[in-house]
Nanobody, 125 residues
Framework: QVQLVESGGGLVQAGGSLRLSCAAS????????MGWIRQAPGKEREFVAA????????YYADSVKGRFTTSRDNAKNTVYLQMNSLKPEDTAVYYC??????????????????WGQGTQVTVSS
């Protein structure tokens, strides 16, 4: 099993930046990819970004391309989501998630096997 703990959420003004962190523990050697998914109140979960654990290939939702960057530090078992040029529509709970199986599509919500508790990001206008 894998445990994930997110941190770094908070309140920022539009145009500002935040960096989210996700620390993984447990059987981290089994992680194939790590992703970021967000959910606003009353809305469906939305894929944001993902990164392969070994190769470092990244994937982004069109809505965040050019503004968000995900990266990883395998030695620390940690992934990051750097969020720049934040917009009010980015307001959501952001979840870190891990894929423990081979194959699949990172942009699909059901791709992930383990989820963190989420961290709130609020962007004011």
């Amino acid at each position: 099993q894998v445990q994930l703990v997110e941190s770094g959420g908070g309140l920022v003004q539009a145009g500002g930046s935040l960096r989210l962190s996700c620390a993984a523990s447990g059987r981290t050697f089994s992680i194939r990819a790590m992703g970021w998914i967000r959910q606003a109140p009353g809305k469906e979960r939305e894929f944001v970004a993902a990164i392969s654990w070994s190769g470092g290939s990244t994937y982004y939702a069109d809505s965040v391309k050019g503004r968000f960057t995900t990266s990883r530090d395998n030695a620390k078992n940690t992934v990051y989501l750097q969020m720049n040029s934040l917009k009010p529509e980015d307001t959501a709970v952001y979840y870190c998630a891990a894929r423990w199986r081979y194959g699949g599509i990172p942009s699909n919500n059901d791709y992930y096997d383990y989820w963190g508790q989420g961290t709130q990001v609020t962007v004011s206008s």
